[in-house]
T-cell receptor
């Protein structure tokens, strides 16, 4: 089944404790992206990657890191999480470049930083 | 930053009624897409309309696009309780990402 898999689904952590949210896709998509979703703000892009070893900042990259060493994986790293990073996170992927591409989303990771 | 803005923010209707949601955006686009999100879950792609199209249908979904007004609407006909979800428009301007609005929360009462 074509899908984007995120783990974990839920995570509660303490301020300052490094964490990684994994994202993997099995569709051979070049493009992958991380979003955070907060009430009233919609989805805001954190980082994106157009292919292996090609990553770039989105609208809200502060406090986050990513890597793209393999085509299928795009982990999101919070080196020192803070409470304002409490949010619902989504990974998405698509073909690139391609006009009219649609995104396939993961099921989300609900992160709480206390 | 957001590009699309959905209207209304929330909509409550009875089963069998039609639901109409609107999306306005600010810059020129290549295409506009609508996604659906069940509570706390990932977004699912519903339909895409290109900038040179004015109307598109998919099952009970009808999407219109007016590029002169920079707006789109999503119509769900004969709604069902299972249509209860949040609906987002996303604009693709051909740059590096799509811009999502804050969504319309649709509740369909049985």
């Amino acid at each position: 089944e074509a899908q984007v898999t995120q783990n974990p689904r839920y995570l509660i952590t303490v301020t300052g404790k490094k964490l990684t949210v994994t994202c993997s896709q099995n569709m051979n998509h070049e493009y992958m992206s991380w979003y955070r979703q907060d009430p009233g703000l919609g989805l805001r892009q954190i980082y994106y990657s157009m292919n292996v070893e090609a990553t770039d900042k989105g609208d809200v990259p502060e406090g986050y890191k990513v890597s793209r060493k393999e085509k299928r994986n795009f982990p999101l790293i919070l080196e020192s999480p803070s409470p304002n990073q409490t949010s619902l996170y989504f990974c998405a992927s698509s073909f690139w470049p391609a006009r009219g591409r649609s995104y396939t989303f993961g099921s989300g990771t609900r992160l709480t930083v206390v | 930053s957001q590009q699309g803005e959905e209207d209304p923010q929330a909509l409550s209707i009875q089963e069998g009624e039609n639901a109409t949601m609107n999306c306005s955006y600010k810059t020129s686009i290549n295409n506009l897409q609508w996604y659906r999100q069940n509570s706390g879950r990932g977004l699912v792609h519903l339909i895409l309309i290109r900038s040179n199209e004015r109307e598109k249908h998919s099952g009970r979904l009808r999407v219109t696009l007016d590029t002169s007004k920079k707006s789109s609407s999503l119509l769900i006909t004969a709604s069902r309780a299972a249509d209860t979800a949040s609906y987002f428009c996303a604009t693709d301007a051909g740059n590096n990402d799509m811009r999502f609005g804050a969504g319309t929360r649709l509740t369909v009462k049985p």
